[in-house]
């Protein structure tokens, strides 16, 4: 049989929240057949909102452009990045040794002193001194895509008639990270043989992207064919990870997917992906429910802590 041709559908959040019964069928029609066939979907319709998009962005060039030494100094040495700034070639591709052309920082989850998972989370760090507007802005954005986020896999949940909570409540108080990444010009930060992101799959659950400051984002499809997927001004590009695919027995595969270099040398690029995960203690194990006939799991039982750690260790964060 043929493979579908090629399509990145865009689906309209609102469809599903505030739509009728056939909207939402259809929201969750074209939402499972995008993630099964591309791993990818762009979503419009959400209540993101592009201040604090901006907002965020703006944060970002301004911490970037700070000296290194300052940077440094919210840099968490042994914390897998975790949270607080990421220096520039320290993360690379499980298949790649060169280190991705960029560096980062790690908005994480803002949980209460007494919270049960506040020891294992730990603190943000804010550049209050140096950006002030940092804090605000980016936990805004934070809990707004978190919010897309579990609507996503509740959609999702339903077009694989799994119960409607069963996908999002794994990320109710999750480990999910903002990344803020700043890929700077390549004229004096190039490594040889490096990229501003390897070729590679995401570890979590799904992942969200607003529009980021120029393109560059590519996935590769079912053909192996190299496709860009930049999303356009407003929308966000959601893509499935290595966690969703494990969960559900590969009836979604996370997709590869790259970030390649600029024709100019001058060029910059900003983006703010959200890795959507769950709590630490969540079991990553296909649900008997979605087993077909003579189907077996493709794989152990693994907490999610447990993958992330053995992922992180794999692309060099500890």
């Given at each position: 049989m043929a493979s579908p041709a090629f399509q990145v559908e865009t689906v309209h959040l609102s469809q599903f929240r505030e739509g009728s019964a056939r909207e939402r069928a259809d929201f969750i029609r074209v939402l499972g057949d995008s993630f099964r066939h591309t791993g990818f979907v762009k979503v419009a319709g959400h209540r993101v909102q592009q201040t604090d998009v901006d907002g965020a962005y703006e944060a970002a060039r301004a911490f970037f452009a700070l000296p290194e030494e300052t940077k440094r100094r919210y840099q968490v040495p042994g914390g897998g990045g975790a949270r607080g700034f990421t220096s520039f070639g320290s993360e690379h591709?499980?298949?790649n040794p060169v280190g991705d052309l960029k560096e980062f920082w790690h908005v994480g989850q803002e949980l209460p002193a007494g919270h049960p998972l506040h020891a294992a989370y730990g603190d943000n760090l804010w550049p209050e001194a140096e950006v002030p507007s940092f804090k605000?802005?980016?936990l805004a954005l934070y809990h707004?895509?978190?919010d897309c986020a579990g609507t996503l896999l509740e959609a999702l949940a339903l077009y694989l008639s799994l119960p409607e909570r069963s996908l999002a409540d794994m990320i109710l108080d999750g480990?999910?990270?903002l990344r803020?990444?700043?890929y700077p010009a390549l004229k004096d930060r190039y490594l040889e043989g490096g990229v501003r992101s390897s070729a590679h799959e995401d570890i979590n659950l799904i992942t969200l992207l607003p529009a980021a400051t120029d393109s560059g984002l590519q996935l590769l499809d079912r053909d192996g064919v190299w496709r860009a997927v930049d999303g356009l001004a407003g929308e966000i590009v959601a893509d499935a990870g290595d966690m969703l695919s494990r969960h559900l027995n590969l009836k979604i595969p996370s997709t590869t997917h790259r970030v390649i270099n600029p024709d100019s040398a001058e060029?910059?690029?900003y983006s703010m992906p959200f890795f959507c995960h769950p709590r630490p203690e969540v079991v990553l194990d296909c649900p008997e429910a979605?087993?077909?006939?003579?189907?077996?799991?493709r794989f152990e039982p693994i907490t999610a802590h447990a993958f992330l750690m053995q992922r992180l260790r794999e692309i060099g964060l500890i």
């Open positions: 591709a499980k298949d605000a802005h980016t707004a895509l978190e480990n999910s990270i803020l990444i700043h060029a910059v690029r979605l087993l077909e006939a003579g189907e077996a799991k």
